[in-house]
Each structure stands twice: as structure tokens, then as C-alpha cells.
């Protein structure tokens, strides 16, 4: 997607569908949908510094299991040891992105290994299969 | 996102409708300041057709509140749908905000 805000409803309309296509639960569909939007806010924001001219490529993987969105774009590295939010009890404008992602997806993770740009990793692992597939063998 | 701005007995209501994101709020936070700016005393702002809000729209309505209690103001909010509510909860601006059903229990609170 291109990386202007305007096209974030899309990428929120594209994560909710994938996430009922594979008939995965719609109590979550909300969080997840505003999860991936906020960290695609985040690459516009940080990353590219507002520059709505670059592109961001979001990819699904869902396995058993799992469901993944891995996330990239060729901004600016973001440093991991400083993402943090705001607390909470903290109430003051910005700041919550970060615990909207974190709330909801079990893995949060930049792959170190991409030299430019950013690659997240989000996973959320999908425990209500787990004990199906578990409970049948 | 939509901004319907009206009078209700002396009270200025935004009534929004649509997604409230990182492309949206900007618009909102530039009408609802101007009115924090303009100092009036209370600002209700209706829900009932908001399908999506994101950290900036919440960011937005935590700077109106702070703007608006800076001169002794007030800022409810009406009618949020329970599909959004959940994110008042987590971040617990549900504790800050003035939150009412609708125009009626706004006025009484």
C-alpha cells in the first residue's frame, strides 16, 4: 500500500476479511484490525517521517495455529529497546499505539536481519485450534 | 469520517460518523480545538455513528479534554458504540471522560 493514511482503511478491511475468511474468531477481529492498522500508522509516521510517496507491504500468513501480518518498508530503522507507549494511568494525547498492537498478538518483533528498512513480525497464535487439534489426537 | 457540527440548548454537539484514524483526525482536532480555543463551557461530542477510532482520534479527544478542563470546561462523550468501547476501557479513558448513553443524560449529568 502506499504509505498515506488514507489508505489505512484499506489495510484494516483487508486484515479483518482475512482474519473471517479463515473463520478464526470475530471477538477479536476489532483488536486485530486496529492492531495492524496502528503499526502501519506507525511506519507512515516514524519510518517515513509523513512521506506518503513510499510503500509499505503487508503480508499474511495463516497456518494452522497461527495467524501472522509481517509488515515492511524501507524507512528509518527503528530501534526496538526504545518502543515503548505511555502508561496507561498516564493519560496525556499519544502513546497508546504501541500497548493497541502488544495487547492483541502474541509475537511483536523486528526481524534484525532486514539491512534496510523495517521488517515486523506480529503472530498471534491461535489457542482455541491448538486445543481442538490437540483434542483430537 | 463526517463532522456535523450543531447547537442543542446552548451546547455545541459534533456529531461524527464514519472512521476516526490517522487520515481523519487531523480534521478533528482542528474543528474541535478552534471551539476548546473559543473557551466555551461545554462540548458534547456524539458517537452513535462512529465505526472506528484509533490511537490519534483518542489522542485528539484526550488533548480536547485537557484543553477544555484548562479553563473549567467540559467534554462528554455520547452514545459510544460497543464495538469501540472496549478501546475506552483498555487504555481506561473510560475513568477521564465524561461518558453518557445520549443527548438526554448529557444534560442531566
Known amino acids: 500500500m502506499p504509505s498515506d493514511p488514507r489508505y489505512l482503511c484499506v489495510v484494516r478491511e483487508v486484515t479483518a476479511k482475512m482474519w473471517q475468511l479463515h473463520g478464526l474468531g470475530e471477538e477479536m477481529v476489532e483488536q486485530i484490525r486496529l492492531a495492524v492498522d496502528e503499526a502501519c500508522a506507525n511506519v507512515i509516521k516514524y519510518a517515513y517521517r509523513g512521506d506518503t510517496e513510499k510503500r509499505i507491504v503487508v503480508r499474511y500468513k495463516v497456518s494452522r495455529g497461527r495467524f501472522e501480518v509481517v509488515i515492511e518498508d524501507s524507512g528509518i530503522k527503528a530501534d526496538a529497546r526504545v518502543i515503548a507507549g505511555r502508561k496507561l494511568e498516564d493519560v496525556r494525547p499519544g502513546g497508546l499505539g504501541i500497548h493497541f498492537i502488544a495487547r492483541c498478538f502474541d509475537v511483536f518483533e523486528f526481524d534484525g536481519r532486514k539491512k534496510n528498512g523495517n521488517r515486523l513480525r506480529l503472530i498471534k497464535y491461535l489457542k482455541e485450534r491448538n486445543e481442538d487439534r490437540d483434542s483430537r489426537t | ?109
Request: proline share 3%; aromatic share 8%; charged share 30%.
Open chain 2, 1 to 109: 469520517m463526517k463532522i456535523e457540527i450543531a447547537e442543542h440548548k446552548g451546547v455545541k454537539v459534533f456529531g461524527l460518523s464514519g472512521d476516526i484514524d490517522m487520515y481523519s483526525s487531523p480534521a478533528l482536532r482542528k474543528e474541535l480545538m478552534s471551539l476548546v480555543r473559543e473557551k466555551v463551557p461545554m462540548i458534547f461530542i456524539d458517537f452513535r455513528n462512529v465505526s472506528y477510532i484509533d490511537s490519534s482520534g483518542i489522542a485528539t479527544l484526550v488533548e480536547g479534554l485537557k484543553g477544555m478542563m484548562d479553563h473549567g470546561g467540559k467534554l462528554k462523550l455520547l452514545g459510544i458504540p460497543e464495538r469501540i468501547a472496549g478501546i475506552f476501557s483498555f487504555s481506561k479513558l473510560d475513568k477521564v471522560f465524561d461518558i453518557c448513553v445520549g443527548l438526554d443524560d448529557a444534560f442531566e449529568g
